[in-house]
């Protein structure tokens, strides 16, 4: 299985090297490089827009060093995650877009309605809630383990560490 080797939030701007301060606005971009995901977070005042390569970007603030944060799911952040990886084919990113499928579900904004085996793999076939869009998303047929190793990388990416 990959290993998305995405390092956390920095608190420092990507393009300035400045510290992010608490408080403070701030924009990530998701950048495929050379197969892998890479976060790079920039200040308000470096943000030229999203850099070449980028496939997903957020804008959120900068938490206080001690602050504790309650996970809460983000639906149409990962649902613009999901939509941009529908094309990607890598094992890694199937692997992704499959939890970041269940998350969805969780989140009650795909719905499941039916699944089917095809050359040997399991497909779901979901449907948006919103706007009924459907989509084909390939079960890469994770164990446990790495269900929850790659749920872990997804939050981690996403800023949810």
């Known amino acids: ?13 990507a ?3 400045r510290e992010l301060q608490p408080g403070e606005k701030f924009f990530s971009a998701l950048i495929e490089e050379k197969g892998k995901l890479i976060r790079q977070d920039f200040s308000s005042q470096a943000w ?3 850099p ?6 957020w804008s959120g603030r900068v938490p206080a060093k001690d602050q504790v944060r309650k996970l ?3 639906a149409d ?3 613009e995650c999901f939509q941009r990886l529908d094309t990607a084919g890598g094992t890694g990113q199937v692997q992704f877009r499959y939890v970041l499928a269940l998350l969805l579900i969780r989140a009650k904004r795909f719905k499941i ?3 089917r085996m095809e050359a040997s793999r399991e497909i779901l076939r979901l449907r948006c809630v919103r706007g009924g869009t459907q989509y084909d998303v390939v079960n890469p047929q994770l164990t446990t383990d790495e269900l929850v190793t790659v749920q872990e990388q997804v939050l981690q990416v996403i800023g949810w560490e």
């Open 52 to 57: 070449n390569g980028t496939f997903s970007f």
């Open 77 to 79: 952040r990962l649902l």
């Open 15 to 17: 393009a300035t090297g």
């Open 113 to 115: 309605l039916d699944t």
């Open 72 to 74: 809460r799911i983000d």
């Open 48 to 50: 030229q827009g999203p």
């Open 1 to 13: 299985m990959p290993d998305y080797q995405v390092q956390p939030p920095t608190r420092r701007c």
